[in-house]
């Protein structure tokens, strides 16, 4: 079914992504573990905050698990409404806390129809898991979830499992959530079940998506979120995880990078870099009528201004475009002394 689908998704591709754009589209697809404290909010209010453009949107039921969402005809709605650049995929904690055969029975069937409308639809999309954590006392009806610690390992384990099965990246809360966890004990992040996140986590989750899908530091985002020492804390244990680990997350691949900088000799510099599939071909057009082809270009403009660099992506799901604008300051001149000199006096002098 899914060969079958990609088929068509490349005969389609020709037509998709036509447009160039400087926002990402991102879709969350979960339960209340993504709805609790609107924490796509959050994270898109963390992204505008540290000066990034995107689109979210939110499409979730409480409680739901992949079979639950994969009979849900308004999920399919959303995924066809907008070409999104991420999909986040969230099941329900407890489905990922066991074992593989049951992973493969009861979670695999579903999630691959989810999958196949994704790939259909939007062919270039990244999808992306949301590895969830552990209930604060663990689960006490199952001996094998009933702490904290074996539920979070068993849910890891789960969706790096299910990561293997699609290869696809993993977007690491959960384990975030347990380095907070042992590293500041007296901080809670779970609401009065011991399941549900409060501000806190939640606040641990956009930033853990910030890193991972930005591949750099939430820290000094502007929060009214939470406590700003506390939201200095998570970012800072978010950031560090993430970045540590892209590549056993797989968060090194699909992504884009355009940096800009004034070197100290005065040049304006930019760094160009992509990596997507190995058959991709990366066409860069600089926004100055000049253009380059490649993975990573280092390229210097000749003078100060703001440039539109846009990016063309093809492979086999089809083409993907991508833009930022990038400002060079024109150096400041020295500012004239005004200061006007004493005039010499011509009086006389008496003696």
């Excluded at 979670?107 to 999808?127: E, F, G, R, V």
């Excluded at 904290?148 to 959960?174: E, L």
């Excluded at 939430?218 to 800072?236: C, F, L, M, P, R």
Aim: charge should be positive; glycine fraction near 4%; hydrophobic fraction near 30%.
């Amino acid at each position: 079914m899914r060969l079958f689908v990609l088929f068509f998704s490349l005969i389609l591709s020709f037509s998709l992504f036509s447009a160039t754009k400087d926002s990402l589209n991102i879709l969350f697809i979960g339960n209340s573990y993504t709805h609790m404290n609107s924490m796509p909010k959050i994270f898109d209010k963390l992204c505008k905050s540290k000066g990034k453009t995107v689109h979210v949107e939110m499409n979730t039921k409480s409680g739901a698990s992949f079979q639950v969402h994969a009979a849900r005809e308004d999920l399919f709605v959303t995924i066809r409404s907008r070409k999104w650049d991420y999909v986040i995929l969230q099941g329900f904690s407890r489905e990922f806390s066991l074992n593989f055969d049951d992973i493969d029975k009861e979670t695999i069937p579903y999630l691959s129809k989810i999958i196949d409308s994704i790939d259909y639809h939007n062919p270039c999309s990244t999808k992306l898991f949301y590895l969830t954590w552990g209930y604060k006392d663990g689960y006490k009806e199952n001996s094998l979830n009933d702490t904290y610690d074996k539920m979070a390992v068993n849910i890891i384990n789960g969706y790096k499992y299910i990561s293997s099965c699609f290869d696809y990246a993993i977007v690491p809360v959960g384990q975030v959530w347990k380095n907070f966890r042992s590293k500041y004990p007296d901080i809670n992040l779970y609401d009065q079940d011991n399941a549900h996140p409060n501000k806190n986590g939640s606040y641990l989750s956009a930033c853990t998506f910030y890193s991972s899908i930005f591949r750099e530091s939430s820290e000094g985002a502007i929060t009214s979120t939470i406590d700003y020492k506390i939201a200095s804390k998570i970012q800072k244990t978010a950031s560090e995880f993430v970045l540590a680990n892209l590549n056993d997350l797989q968060l090194d691949r699909n992504f884009y990078e355009i940096n800009s900088e004034v070197t100290k000799s005065g040049k304006y510099k930019v760094t160009l870099k992509a990596v997507y599939s190995n058959s991709a071909k990366y066409t860069w057009d600089l926004g100055n009528g000049d253009k380059k082809e490649g993975k990573e270009i280092v390229y210097y403009y000749k003078k100060p201004g703001k440039y539109k660099v846009s990016l063309v992506v093809d492979d086999y799901c089809g083409t993907r475009n991508f833009m930022k604008t990038i400002r060079f300051e024109a150096p400041k001149k020295p500012s004239k002394n005004t200061t006007s000199k004493p005039k010499k006096s011509t009086s006389k002098r008496k003696y």
